[in-house]
């Protein structure tokens, strides 16, 4: 069974930067890829970015370009989310997802139905 395992999530002042992990479990994603998505309250789960496992190619929601960079260590079977000038707005649970699809269609890759793993989430708590 895929585990999926985030770490890195906290409380930091706008302007602040944070990383998150993900740590798969298995290889299962090698020729798919993995993504993160969040979560604020009272709001549905949106994409933030995705990573092509194989080729490492990156896909960014617009709210993340320029600010958020998405990587992978594959000796580690790791994904990593680099947010730097985090605003309140950014303030969400964030989910660490994989997915088996193996194509690179944006739309798809940032589909969250298309992802059938997913990890416990992680808080990011960005005060004015």
């Known amino acids: 069974q895929v585990q999926l395992v985030e770490s890195g999530g906290g409380s930091v002042h706008a302007g602040d930067s944070l990383r998150l992990s993900c740590a798969a479990s298995?290889?299962?994603?090698?020729?798919?890829?993995m993504a993160w998505f969040r979560q604020a309250p009272g709001k549905e789960r949106e994409f933030v970015a995705a990573?092509?496992?194989?080729?490492?190619?990156?896909y960014y929601a617009d709210a993340a370009k320029g600010r958020f960079t998405i990587s992978r260590d594959d000796d580690k079977n790791t994904e990593y989310l680099q947010m730097n000038s985090l605003k309140p707005e950014d303030t969400a649970v964030y989910y660490c997802?994989?997915?088996?699809?193996?194509?690179?269609?944006?739309?798809?890759?940032?589909?969250?139905?298309?992802?059938?793993?997913w990890g416990q989430g992680t808080q990011v708590t960005v005060s004015a």
């Open positions: 997802a994989g997915t088996v699809y193996s194509g690179s269609l944006h739309r798809l890759l940032a589909a969250a139905s298309e992802y059938g793993y």
């Open positions: 990573i092509k496992w194989s080729t490492g190619a990156e």
């Open positions: 298995t290889r299962t994603f090698i020729d798919g890829a």
